[in-house]
């Protein structure tokens, strides 16, 4: 946790500059000869064909599985239709990543009960995702009608308006006519066939040559939000798969906090108790033949026994102090407090005590970024806010400190986040370098007891 003050905050902010001289070009002269431009186009151009094979299976099959409906070949091809649905879907999300770069994770697998055909088709027809991959199917299709008339023209006129001048040529030496046709009637027409409107004509080609990166990409936009919402996981799934995930790290947590209070004790009140019972031994065995020595070694393992009780009271401190239990936040981060390094100035503003849990959170919260500030800061003074904003408890801690502090450098502040994270919590930090820091801490408010 050593390097979490003083790194510098956006300590890769000198290769970013660089990187940005180096493209001399800006992002609106760039555009058109990006490989993102092109990937892009050529996804809109690949969707009109493979929307129309999707819009047709789709429609093929649920209408051929609606009419045997009647008799017992319509659920099985029905079944068989949301399969192809969902096998096309993979194959669309492959297509989004690869020229979109569009990660979307697999949708939730089927969930069968039993073994067997009947099982199987009723874990088809009661999926979510073999419902969504369908209406995708049917969606995607007028949408990739539209967005490939679009792009497709823009991208011609575009370069095409733009070339003018490289083949205008072809009108008077093969068409018999001065140049492109602007307008024209039985009686008068225009044509684009002197230098000035030749330059004029290459002008608008170079703006729609511009800008139709821009709009293809608006174009994707549609297709991301297709994909990510009809072909990845639901939100239900998802939110199943980050309770898991929050459930190893609170798992994890709790086992390395077991070893820790194992190691103290073993390592600290332990031991010291071990050699207080070895001298009191000694002092035994001298109680009769030299009392003066007994006296003295019962005096140090007095000692010794205030020392232990003193770690004990520690360790029992840093796994849920009494002060917390009984007198709730105020008093407990106000004696955390009064051990920092620097002054610190503590206002909880709360009518109303959350759930332990969610307590004890809030204070090894603060506890852990005090002693941040006691160790890296460099601080002079710092502050503490507890408050409650509709059905969120914030905590927040400012120091004066040399800032430069960064959650996603794998320090303490990671770990601290990654704790917050499995309780639906988020931990912000803003601590620019030369500072202040301003860590925020925001945790879900449950299981509200009235304050006695």
């Given amino acids: 946790m050593a390097t979490e003050y003083g790194q510098g905050y956006g300590h890769d902010s000198g290769l970013a500059f ?9 992002a609106g002269l760039r555009a058109p000869f990006e490989g993102r431009s092109w990937r892009e186009f050529g996804y809109v151009l690949l969707s009109l064909p493979i929307g129309i094979m999707l819009f047709v299976y789709a429609v093929t099959m649920v209408s051929l599985g609606a009419g045997l409906l009647v008799t017992f070949l319509g659920i099985p091809v029905l079944a068989a239709g949301l399969v192809g649905c969902r096998g096309l879907g993979a194959l669309e999300r492959a297509r989004a990543r690869g020229l979109l770069g569009l990660e979307v994770a697999d949708p939730e697998p089927l969930r069968m009960r039993k073994s067997g055909v009947m099982a199987w088709m009723g874990a088809v027809l009661k999926s979510g995702t073999s419902w969504r991959a369908l209406l995708y199917a049917l969606v995607q299709f007028p949408w990739s009608v539209f967005s490939f008339v679009v792009a497709v023209n823009f991208w011609a006129y575009g370069w095409g308006l733009l070339t003018y001048p490289l083949w205008f040529w072809l009108f008077p030496m093969y068409g018999g006519q001065g140049g492109l046709q602007l307008y024209g009637d039985g009686s008068h027409s225009i044509y684009l066939d002197n230098p000035f409107e030749i330059t004029v004509t290459a002008l608008v080609g170079l703006l729609f040559t511009l800008a139709t990166p821009w709009i293809v990409r608006a174009l994707t936009m549609v297709d991301r939000v297709l994909v990510h919402g009809l072909l990845g996981p639901s939100r239900l799934a998802t939110r199943v798969v980050e309770l898991e995930s929050d459930r190893g790290v609170v798992v994890d947590t ?14 600290g009140a332990q031991a010291r108790l071990v050699a207080l019972a070895m001298d009191l031994g000694l002092a035994k065995e001298k109680l009769a033949e030299d009392p003066r020595a007994a006296a003295r070694m019962v005096d140090e393992a007095h000692g010794e026994v205030k020392t232990a009780l003193q770690e004990l ?12 239990t009984d007198r709730g936040l105020d008093a407990a981060l106000s004696a955390v407090a009064s051990r920092c390094t620097v002054p610190v100035q503590v206002e909880v503003d709360l009518a109303e005590r959350p759930a332990p849990a969610i307590e004890g959170i809030a204070y090894f919260t603060v506890s852990e970024l005090l002693q941040n500030i006691s160790k890296h800061a460099r601080a002079t003074w710092a502050a503490v806010d507890v408050w409650r904003v509709e059905s969120r408890l914030m905590v927040q801690v400012v120091d004066n ?28 930090v803003d601590s620019p370098v030369g500072g202040p820091t301003r860590v925020t801490a925001e945790l879900p408010w449950r299981g509200e007891r009235a304050l006695g």
């Fill in 18 to 26: 660089t990187e940005g001289t180096r493209r001399r070009l800006p």
């Fill in 313 to 324: 009271r520690d360790l029992a401190r840093g796994i849920h102090p009494a002060v917390l």
């Fill in 254 to 267: 709790a086992a390395a906090d077991l070893r820790r209070i194992e190691r103290d004790l073993h390592d």
């Fill in 401 to 428: 400190g040399v800032g430069g502090a960064d959650a996603s450098a794998g320090s303490g502040l990671g770990g601290l986040a990654e704790r917050l994270d499995a309780v639906d919590g988020i931990l912000v």
